[in-house]
C-alpha cells in the first residue's frame, strides 16, 4: 500500500559548488516555518526555524543557522558561507520570505 505525500516546491535555490541550497515553506495551524537544505545527491536539511524566531534580517538569520549546523559534519568548505557573502542573493531570500510574513 503507498501513500500519497504532497510535496512540497522550494521558495528558493541558489547554486553552489556541488548541489544546491534550497529554502522551503511551510505552515501550521499557528506558525510559519522554513527548512533549508542542501542537495547534494541527498537532500540534508540544515535549519527549521518558525517565523516568529526570525524578527530580524530573517534571510540572513535562517541561512547563518543553516551554516552553523553544517559546520557540525566537519566539512572543509561550507557551502552557505557562499550565499552569506552574496548580499544580492540574501537581498532576493529576503524578499521571497518577507511575501510570508505577517507581523
Known amino acids: 500500500m503507498s501513500v500519497n505525500v504532497p510535496l512540497i516546491s522550494p521558495i528558493f535555490s541558489y547554486k553552489v559548488e556541488g548541489g544546491k541550497i534550497k529554502v ?10 522554513f527548512l533549508v537544505t542542501l542537495d547534494e545527491g541527498t537532500e540534508d ?4 526555524e518558525s517565523l516568529s524566531v526570525m524578527r530580524v534580517a ?6 547563518e543557522k543553516a551554516k552553523e549546523a553544517f559546520e557540525w559534519v566537519n566539512k572543509l568548505v561550507n557551502p552557505f558561507e557562499d550565499l552569506l557573502r ?4 540574501l537581498k532576493k531570500l529576503q524578499a521571497v520570505i518577507e511575501k ?3 507581523w
Request: aromatic share 22%; net charge negative.
Open 58 to 63: 530573517p534571510a540572513e538569520y535562517l541561512i
Open 45 to 48: 536539511p540544515y535549519a527549521v
Open 86 to 89: 552574496d548580499k544580492e542573493a
Open 100 to 102: 510570508y510574513v505577517v
Open 24 to 33: 522551503y515553506v511551510f505552515r501550521s495551524e499557528a506558525e510559519t516555518f
